[in-house]
């Protein structure tokens, strides 16, 4: 399918300019000059495998009480205590591990996750499996075959997990044993990026961003549509400028849930009517992350906002970043946090957007953003370094 062969292109010609291998462009690209406020404290730092190295694997760590879990392309999931960083447990979720240095081992392709919920943890991947580990010693529950790539970490609610898949279909599966209970199907263009949206599970109801820029309520007993809004409107005569993906996860505060689209808007939309109550010109396919009565989000170009929840109203900009091909933003104590291509994590004055630190980690790169867990910030590398990251 042309959506398939040529998803990653897409992606590299029109979003990202961290694709780019010419070293003429890398030496124009140059980070902002700053003295720092303070020098990051690291608690420890611990390897998981060889992460994701180039590959397109969203795969966010994620926490448990005292236990930070997260996976590697390849098939290995590891547990380890937030405190210390001492591993818990580990495993390999790979159908087929060689034995002998001249075989070849199967790779899991593992692509979307970590979600934990209903005791145990839940990973999708390019082969078309979502795999279910118990929670507290990695042994796997389940595996089940689903129609389409699992690119996005699965969401969990109302006594199901819900995954968002490649082909165009959401499914919902039987936490214990991986059951298929529903299917809802999405129109797919012919043209889009690599990405998908993870659902969110609120107030009875699965919110998933659909490739053809809309955004869908689905019933989170039986898989009916609810109501299906649009957050971005194919234009233009190419099929480039005709990318309108919401590949975000939608946020939902109160009444309101957000959402963005790549050549669309950033929106607030009524939770139970889907009608849109305000909208502004932003293009990501980064998530948002909201602390208080504020949205921060990275837009497509790298610029960074902070605007009001409630109005829209833009508060701050820092562009100083633009090309660096950034995660989405983390809010963390009186920070919002950032990582880039070239492993830096970027500390921002919530306030007011001021660049106050920078931090230089695992040279190959941040591609998922950082997590925050009991006053520590997480984070994980290309190439798979997992650290505990005091806030400040």
């Not at 447990?89 to 159908?95: E, G, L, Q």
């Not at 499996?129 to 118990?134: M, N």
């Not at 099929?239 to 505060?253: A, I, N």
């Amino acid at each position: 399918m042309k959506k398939l062969t040529m998803a990653g292109l897409a992606l590299c010609a029109v979003a990202l300019t961290g694709c780019s291998s010419n070293d003429e462009d890398k030496e124009e690209l140059k980070l902002p000059e700053i003295v720092n406020q303070f020098e990051a404290d690291i608690v420890w730092q611990e390897s998981v495998a060889d992460g994701v190295e180039h590959y397109f694997s969203r795969l966010t760590p994620t926490a448990y009480q005292d236990t930070i879990y997260a996976a590697a392309r390849e098939g290995q999931v590891t547990a380890f205590d937030a405190q210390t960083g001492k591993e818990k447990w580990r495993v390999d979720v790979r159908k087929n591990v060689a034995f002998w240095p001249w075989e070849d081992s199967d790779s899991a392709k593992l692509s979307g996750g970590i979600t934990q919920a209903f005791g145990k943890l839940y990973i999708g991947s390019e082969h078309g499996e979502v795999i279910a580990l118990d929670r507290e010693n990695g042994e796997i529950v389940w595996r089940k075959s689903v129609p389409g790539e699992a690119l996005s970490a699965p969401a969990a609610g109302d006594g199901l997990v819900y995954v968002n898949l490649g082909s165009g279909k959401l499914v919902a599966l039987h936490p214990d044993t991986g059951e298929e209970r529903w299917r809802y199907e999405q129109e797919v263009p012919a043209l889009t990026l690599r990405g998908l949206s993870s659902p969110t599970s609120a107030n009875g109801g699965v919110l998933v961003g659909e490739e053809s820029g809309k955004l869908t309520a689905v019933i989170a007993e039986n898989g009916f549509t609810a109501w299906s809004t649009d957050v971005a409107l194919a234009k233009g005569a190419s099929e480039f400028e005709r990318l309108v993906d919401v590949d975000t996860k939608p946020l939902v505060s109160g009444a309101y849930i957000y959402s963005i689209a790549y050549n669309g808007k950033l929106v607030a939309i009524d939770v139970r009517s889907g009608n849109v109550v305000w909208d502004r010109e932003y293009s990501s396919y980064r998530d948002l992350s909201l602390d208080l009565d504020t949205i921060y989000l990275v837009d497509s170009d790298g610029v960074l906002y902070a605007l009001d929840k409630n109005t829209g109203i833009e508060r701050w900009t820092q562009s100083s970043l633009r090309g660096w091909y950034l995660t989405a933003p983390t809010a963390a104590g009186d920070y919002v946090v950032v990582g880039d291509q070239e492993g830096n994590l970027h500390w921002l004055n919530k306030a007011n957007g001021e660049l106050v630190s920078r931090t230089e980690m695992d040279s190959s790169g941040f591609y998922i953003e950082p997590i925050v867990v009991d006053g520590k910030l997480y984070t994980y590398t290309r190439d798979g370094e997992l650290s505990a990251v005091q806030i400040p």
